[in-house]
């Protein structure tokens, strides 16, 4: 499958514990995006990397969360002390350099914090 | 500021009907590039179309047709004869350069269910 894969699929939390998801991009991408999706909403955007450098963070990404692109391969977002507002569904997404090339997306990673 | 609107919260139509999903965008840039995508129950975004700014040509695949005017600030994707495995909800997002990225702005989806 060369595919952007995410792991895990599926992640229950309880309120306060810190929860790490992970994105694999397809191989040649040297751009990946991490979205969050609530329930009847677009995805939003959350941060963009460039190989191994996060260019852009959003306003939506409090100083609770990080996100890392060692290598500029795989990347990681963490979430600590989890807060039920952070119940989402966190896509990852990556595209090729050049200018308005398409993101494909991964499945997505479900966040329930209870 | 970008924004995409997607004032069709919900859609029913009976299979084979016809179906328009309305797209409406705002940016300040005059290249910026224009998408659609499907999600399915499964959740994955799968990506349908890319247009750009400089391109207004109509452009049809299979039973899907687009339709982008920048008169009206809109991108209109067509279902033709509509089936049961086009049921999924359907973005629209626009991408332009800010900042020195692309990211993508979707609008809030419009859901489209096709009932047999």
């Known amino acids: 499958d060369t595919g952007v894969s995410q792991d895990p699929r599926h992640k229950i939390t309880k309120r306060g514990q810190n929860v790490t998801f992970r994105c694999d991009p397809i191989?040649?991408?040297?751009?990946l995006y991490w979205y969050r999706q609530t329930l009847g909403q677009g995805p939003e955007f959350l941060t963009y990397?460039?190989?191994?450098?996060?260019?852009?963070k959003s306003r939506l990404l409090s100083d609770r969360f990080s996100a890392e692109r060692p290598k500029g391969s795989f990347s990681t977002l963490e979430i600590q002390r989890t807060e039920q507002g952070d119940s989402a569904m966190y896509l990852c997404?990556?595209?090729?350099?050049?200018?308005?090339?398409?993101?494909?997306f991964g499945q997505g990673t479900r966040l329930t914090v209870v | 500021a970008q924004k995409v609107t997607q004032a069709q919260t919900e859609i029913s139509v009976v299979e084979k009907e016809d179906v328009t999903l309305d797209c409406v965008y705002e940016?300040?840039?005059?290249?910026?590039?224009l998408f659609w995508y499907k999600q399915p129950p499964s959740g994955e975004l799968v990506f349908l179309i890319r247009?750009?700014?400089?391109?207004?040509q109509n452009e049809i695949s299979g039973r899907y047709s687009w339709n982008f005017q920048k008169s009206t600030s809109s991108f209109n994707f067509t279902i033709t004869a509509s089936q049961v495995v086009d049921s999924a909800v359907y973005f629209c997002?626009?991408?332009?350069?800010?900042?020195?990225?692309?990211?993508?702005?979707f609008g809030t989806g419009t859901r489209l269910k096709v009932l047999a």
């Open positions: 997404a990556s595209s090729l350099p050049g200018r308005g090339t398409e993101a494909f």
């Open positions: 191989s040649e991408h040297n751009r």
């Open positions: 990397f460039q190989n191994e450098a996060q260019l852009e």
């Open positions: 940016t300040r840039d005059t290249t910026y590039y």
């Open positions: 247009r750009n700014s400089f391109d207004e």
């Open positions: 997002a626009l991408s332009e350069r800010t900042s020195g990225t692309y990211k993508y702005i």
